[in-house]
Every structure is written in structure tokens, then in C-alpha cells.
């Protein structure tokens, strides 16, 4: 027969299910279980802290509404964590796992959540890694071959070698994969080991979340357990004084801990802005290496790698012709193969060199044909003879603003980069600027016949410079 409690809590569970979604019925209130009434008090257990904050924040209406329903108007109610007695034989801990997952959804920190139930985190341990970035497929060449050794050498060593590793570089150059391969290779080797890959935004949003939460003691506990944290985009902590504070105390304690950390970031640390100079000359107590542009063979290699996964198969010629024009980002080979594959299996053509040629152009951002905003700006100021500074400057003398604004309609118009891009290249402008400046051309090309030949002559001297089709 149920006892008080169970007939109690019952009762309560039947009141709050009324007034929540199932979702946060299942995930707030299944987990609690009833320990014991005495008189008009009833204890409740929990999961954990964090669990109890949250429901306290979000929910204590309801569970006190659903109490007062159930035991009278002069109740309480009392918790207890469940933690501490958590290995305990027969409790059964099913419901708190699946919970774990609604957990995570419920809060929209994007990673097996954090703050939780302890006891089960072995099993559930999500280290966020990619699973496709993996040494096997990190061709090795003179651009990357040292940073990919000391990965390589972590990976049988962690903590003790290179602590931190700092692997920086310009975009698409492979450092996210890097990172993801040393993580894969020792979640592999040491399948316990708790490994934790995040991008410094991440880390910054957790926190965030943890003190609109109240739970920042959790998320240290949380970050406690770790032990391989992989930073990736370090350079996005600048300006973030908090987000530093904080990450500066765990840099330590997991320094001090022997527990291994590895960093990318997008620049070398002393060109690192707004970060505190404790924290970079923490950065710099392991090793800093570089990934540079690859060379030419070993972006064939990259390339063929590539046409292996996608199962694409390509001519040398066409081949050679994207390596000679892909060197500085790697990144870009994927989209061009993926777009390559496209293209072919709608026009149910062979990949002709032409076509090629179309999508790099599509792709293309580098050498002289380039459709960029620094272009544009360039041709809009020999035609208009106002010095680019000036475009980029404060001045609103009518004619520097007339070719800001032209140089900002043709950016908009050719480049297909977004409105807060184009205005940020203008002096940090912002994108209603943008939009203001490309109706104030069309209005003036509507009502200035002068300006409007002025204009068109720009338009063609860009499509002829930058080779627009
Ligand atoms: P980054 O983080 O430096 O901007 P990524 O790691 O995202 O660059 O790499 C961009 C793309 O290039 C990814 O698809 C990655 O797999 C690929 N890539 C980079 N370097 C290599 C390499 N050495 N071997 C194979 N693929 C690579
Ligand atoms: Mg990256």
C-alpha cells in the first residue's frame, strides 16, 4: 500500500501535470521522488543543486500550488540532493538518464548538459568532438607537420608534454580539425578520459547561462571533471573581461592538475587583442605552432583525400587547376567539390574544365579578378577621385558621401556579402547604413542624370576590372 508521502506527492504530481507542458512535467517533475511526510512537511528529493535551482527559478508556483492542493494551506516542503547517497543500491536511475537528454534541450546550452547528475556522467561523458576529424584523414605536410606531431605526442602523453598547445593560423588552414583529431584519438585511447572540445563563444554562452541560472558553482563542478579541455577560436575571448576571469582560474587549476588544454586560435598570441596578459602568458608556458599555407603538393594530397570521401572523381588537369587556385583555404575545397558534384549530376555533364572555372569564380575571393569590397571601393575611387581613406572616413562633404554610397550600393550588388560585412568594412558602419546608402544611389539614379552616367560608368568598369559575367 502507498504510503503518505507517495499518496501525497501523487496528488501534487496530478495538480502541477495540469499547469505544465509534458515536456517540462517529464523533465522537472518526474525525476523528484518522494522520501517522507511528517505532519504538514514533505520532503522531496532531487537530482542535484542545479536541479533544484532550476526548479526553484522556474517552477516553485506550481510545486507549491500542487503542495498546498494536496496537504493543506500550512504546508512544506523540504529537498534533499540526491548526490551524496548516489550509489545507494535500488535507486533506480533510468528516469534520471533519459531526463538528462530533455535536460540539455530544455536549457539550449548544445552540449550533453553539463551541470549534472554526476554518478552517470561516465557513461553519458559528450565531448562534442566531430567525429570526421581524425588524424587518418589530416594529411601531413611541411605546413602542418610540426603542429600535427605535438598532437600526434599528446595523444600518448596528455598533460605532461605540450600543456597548453596553442595551434593558430589563418582561416580554413585545418586547426579545427587538428584540434578534433587529438580529442578523437584520445577519447579512442582512453575511453574514460573525459575530453571536452569547445569554441570559446560556447564556453562564454555557458557561462552566461550559468549566472542567469544561478549555478555557477555547478558549472565549475561541471568543468572539474574534464580532463582534455580543447578551446577552439580563442581570439573570440577578447573584450570578454568575465568569460576571462573565469576561464583564467580553470586554466590553472587544470595546469596545476597536470590536465591537458589545447587551443586554437585564428592569430599568434601576442597579436591576440583585449585579453588579459596574464592569461596570454599562460597561453605561451607549452607551445604556440603556426599552420601554414600549404604547399602545392601537399594540397594535392588534401584535394584527393577529399575526392576520396565525396566519391568524386576529377581529371588531373582539372585537379591541378584547383590546387593552383585554392592554396591559401582549404576550406574551400569541399564546397567546390560538393558544388562540383552538384552541377554535374544536375546537368548530367562530365566536370569539364569550364565548369570549373564557373564555380571557382563563384568561390573565387583571391588574386586580381577579385569580387571584394576592397575592389569595388578601390575602382569607385579612381572613378570618382576620392580617396579611399576618405570613403572610409567621416567626412560628409556631398561628393566623398555620394561615393561612399556608390562604393557601398556596387559592394552590396556584386559581392553577396552580408549588409553588417559591407558596413563594417565602411569605417564600422552598421547594415541600416547600407541599406540607407543603396536607396539614396537608386533614388539619385532616378532624379541625376549626371550621377546616373557616373554610376553606370562605375558599374562597367567594375565588371570589366573584376570580370564579372
Ligand atoms: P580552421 O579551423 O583553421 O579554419 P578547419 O579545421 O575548419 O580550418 O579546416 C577547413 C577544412 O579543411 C576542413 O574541411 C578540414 O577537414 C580541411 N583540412 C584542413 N587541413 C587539412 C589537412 N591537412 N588534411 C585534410 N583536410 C584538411
Ligand atoms: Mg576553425
Same mark, same amino acid.
Not at 574551400?332 to 544536375?346: A, T
Not at 572613378?383 to 561612399?404: D, E, F, H, W, Y
Given at each position: 500500500m502507498p504510503t503518505d508521502h507517495v499518496l501525497s506527492w501523487n496528488k501534487v504530481l496530478d495538480e502541477v501535470r495540469k499547469n505544465l507542458t509534458p515536456k517540462h512535467f517529464n523533465t522537472w517533475f518526474v525525476p523528484i521522488k518522494p522520501l517522507q511526510q511528517e505532519g504538514h512537511v514533505l520532503t522531496l528529493e532531487v537530482p542535484n543543486e542545479f536541479f533544484l535551482s532550476h526548479l526553484e527559478t522556474h517552477f516553485l508556483q506550481v510545486l507549491k500550488d500542487g503542495v498546498k492542493g494536496a496537504i493543506g494551506p500550512r504546508s512544506k516542503i523540504e529537498y534533499r540532493i540526491a548526490m551524496d547517497d548516489y550509489k545507494k543500491p535500488g535507486i533506480d536511475r533510468t528516469k534520471?538518464?533519459?531526463? /538528462?537528454?530533455?535536460f540539455q534541450d530544455a536549457n539550449h546550452i548544445g552540449i550533453a548538459n553539463p551541470f549534472?547528475?554526476?554518478?552517470?556522467?561516465?557513461?553519458?561523458?559528450?565531448? *562534442?568532438? *566531430?567525429?570526421?576529424?581524425?588524424? /587518418?584523414?589530416?594529411?601531413?605536410?611541411?605546413? *602542418?607537420?610540426?603542429?600535427?606531431?605535438?598532437?600526434?605526442q599528446i595523444t600518448s602523453k596528455p598533460g605532461e608534454l605540450f600543456n597548453p598547445l596553442l595551434v593558430y593560423g589563418n582561416v580554413g588552414l585545418g586547426k579545427t580539425h587538428l584540434l578534433n583529431a587529438i580529442g578523437n584519438a584520445l577519447m579512442k585511447k582512453y575511453p574514460k578520459m573525459h575530453v571536452l572540445y569547445l569554441t570559446s563563444d560556447k564556453y562564454t554562452n555557458m557561462f552566461i547561462q550559468a549566472i542567469r541560472n544561478n549555478s555557477t558553482s555547478d558549472f565549475g563542478h561541471y568543468f572539474q571533471q574534464v580532463d582534455v579541455l580543447i578551446i577552439d577560436d580563442i581570439q573570440y575571448f577578447s573584450g570578454k573581461a568575465g568569460t576571462q576571469e573565469i576561464f583564467f582560474h580553470l586554466f590553472n587549476q587544470m595546469h596545476q592538475n597536470?590536465?591537458?588544454?589545447?587551443?586554437?586560435?585564428?592569430?599568434?598570441?601576442?597579436?591576440?587583442?583585449?585579453?588579459?596578459?596574464?592569461?596570454?602568458?599562460?597561453?605561451?608556458w607549452g607551445a604556440s605552432l603556426e599552420l601554414l599555407t600549404p604547399d602545392y603538393e601537399t594540397m594535392m594530397a588534401i584535394l584527393e583525400e577529399k575526392l576520396e570521401e565525396k566519391e568524386v572523381e576529377l581529371t588531373q588537369q582539372v585537379k591541378e587547376l584547383l590546387c593552383h587556385n585554392l592554396k591559401d583555404n582549404i576550406r574551400?575545397? /569541399?564546397?567546390?567539390?560538393?558544388?562540383?558534384?552538384?552541377?554535374?549530376?544536375?546537368n548530367g555533364k562530365s566536370v569539364s574544365l569550364e565548369l570549373v572555372k564557373d564555380i571557382l569564380q563563384s568561390f573565387s575571393n583571391r588574386g586580381e579578378n577579385v569580387v571584394s569590397i576592397d575592389a569595388i571601393t578601390r575602382i569607385v575611387?579612381?572613378?570618382?577621385?576620392?580617396?579611399?581613406?576618405?570613403?572610409?572616413?567621416?567626412?560628409?562633404?556631398? *561628393?566623398?558621401?555620394?561615393?561612399?554610397?556608390l562604393a557601398m550600393y556596387y559592394s552590396k550588388k556584386m559581392t553577396k556579402k552580408p549588409l553588417a560585412s559591407i558596413g563594417s568594412a565602411f569605417g564600422g558602419r552598421d547594415h541600416s547604413t547600407v541599406i540607407y546608402s543603396c536607396e539614396a544611389v537608386e533614388n539619385l539614379m532616378d532624379t541625376d542624370k549626371l550621377f546616373e552616367e557616373l554610376a553606370r560608368k562605375i558599374e562597367r568598369v567594375i565588371i570589366k576590372t573584376l570580370g564579372i559575367k
Open positions: 534520471a538518464l533519459k531526463n /538528462e537528454k530533455e549534472v547528475i554526476p554518478g552517470i556522467r561516465k557513461q553519458n561523458w559528450e565531448a *562534442n568532438l *566531430n567525429p570526421h576529424y581524425i588524424f /587518418e584523414n589530416f594529411v601531413e605536410g611541411h605546413c *602542418n607537420r610540426v603542429a600535427r606531431q605535438a598532437g600526434l597536470r590536465k591537458q588544454i589545447i587551443m586554437g586560435s585564428d592569430r599568434a598570441p601576442k597579436d591576440l587583442k583585449e585579453i588579459d596578459d596574464r592569461l596570454i602568458s599562460r597561453f605561451k574551400e575545397i /569541399e564546397g567546390v567539390i560538393v558544388n562540383i558534384k552538384l552541377q554535374s549530376s544536375l575611387s579612381e572613378q570618382t577621385s576620392i580617396p579611399v581613406n576618405s570613403m572610409l572616413g567621416k567626412g560628409r562633404q556631398r *561628393n566623398i558621401v555620394q561615393a561612399r554610397q
